[in-house]
């Protein structure tokens, strides 16, 4: 097939590879301008999309919108017979969704209708549910609302953000291969008309460590905000980003009643009572800093029981 393909971040990367390893004809890779980055901030950085799409030989683009006349008439001049979208992270005007013979089908990171939306893997793993998966997606106008080709499923257990997206992309990879091989075996089947949430974007002061919530929805925050932004708390004015920690199974409830009480260490371990509960941080990251096991951190910053943190 002629296929057009819109991604912007890592997760987008193993799918591109996928295709053109495949042996479809990849005409051109649309993605987000580059950014500033580098050390000083100052250097624009292409997106993951975009390297690996020049290193494999791909026209790129990157406009900063699709909804003028101009850029509508660009994108149907590459006459492809689908797009494939995966995190782009541009709206897709009517007319570039049906401009391919066979529209624009998108690798979506959820159990649709489950969490259509900017963030599905951080809001699964912090409403506790028990799978999450890929649905490839004939894209229409709503957001996300379009019928399912194909979907695959994954327990979450106790994976973080960054393994259970990294998970999901290579499913995602092979998934859409399978999708566009045949693609009648595979007809859009319309999404169930209960069970929709929506996955909103993430706000940086969601990952502040709520330890008045149980011990196991505090290791919900860290889990889905690891790698990024990091779930943190602070101590005398600093911040500490929590990176991964246990379930301290030896504290029940009368070791976090009272005089401590959520968000006050148990020990001088770095174990920490929540709302019921608590946990124990194995691993730390000081603004600055490289990240360390928390024994390292104690040695030069000890933390003794009873310190209460914000």
């Given at each position: 097939?002629?296929?057009i ?7 987008a ?5 996928a295709?053109v ?10 993605s ?14 292409p997106?993951?999309?975009h390297?690996?799409?020049l ?6 683009r990157?406009?900063?919108?699709l909804?003028?006349?101009?850029e509508q ?6 006459k ?12 897709l ?9 066979h529209?624009?089908?998108?690798l ?14 951080q809001r699964a ?19 996300d ?9 994954t ?17 995602g990879?092979?998934l859409?291969?399978?999708v ?19 996955a909103?974007k993430?706000d940086k002061?969601?990952?502040?460590l709520d ?18 932004p ?24 009368a ?13 001088d ?9 608590a ?13 360390m ?14 310190t209460?943190?914000?």
């Amino acid at each position: 097939m002629r296929i057009i393909y819109m991604g912007t971040p890592e997760f987008a990367v193993p799918a591109l590879e996928a295709l053109v390893a495949a042996g479809h004809d990849v005409v051109a890779a649309y993605s987000q301008p580059p950014r500033p980055g580098g050390r000083r901030g100052r250097e624009l950085t292409p997106s993951p999309v975009h390297k690996r799409a020049l290193e494999l030989g791909i026209e790129v683009r990157h406009p900063v919108s699709l909804k003028g006349e101009q850029e509508q008439a660009d994108f149907a001049a590459l006459k492809a017979d689908v797009a494939v979208v995966a995190a782009y992270g541009l709206i897709l005007p009517r007319a570039v969704l049906v401009a391919p013979v066979h529209g624009c089908i998108n690798l979506h990171g959820s159990l649709l209708p489950r969490w259509r939306g900017a963030a599905p893997v951080q809001r699964a793993i912090l409403a506790g549910d028990p799978q999450t998966g890929i649905g490839i997606m004939q894209m229409e106008a709503g957001l996300d609302t379009g019928p399912v080709r194909l979907e695959g499923r994954t327990d979450i257990a106790n994976k973080t953000t960054g393994e259970l997206t990294e998970e999901l992309a290579q499913m995602g990879a092979r998934l859409i291969v399978q999708v566009l091989g045949d693609l009648d075996a595979y007809p859009p089947k319309p999404q169930p008309d209960e069970g929709i949430t929506y996955a909103h974007k993430i706000d940086k002061a969601e990952a502040l460590l709520d330890f008045t919530a149980n011990a196991e929805q505090v290791l919900r925050q860290i889990c889905a905000f690891m790698p990024a932004p990091g779930a943190f708390f602070e101590l005398e004015g600093e911040r500490y980003k929590v990176l991964s920690a246990d379930l301290a199974p030896e504290a029940d409830d009368a070791a976090v009643a009272p005089p401590a009480g959520p968000g006050v260490t148990l020990d001088d371990a770095l174990t920490v009572a929540c709302g019921t509960g608590a946990i124990r941080v194995n691993t730390i990251q000081r603004a600055g800093k490289p990240a360390m096991a928390v024994a390292d951190l104690l040695r030069g910053r000890p933390i003794p029981a009873r310190t209460r943190l914000s």
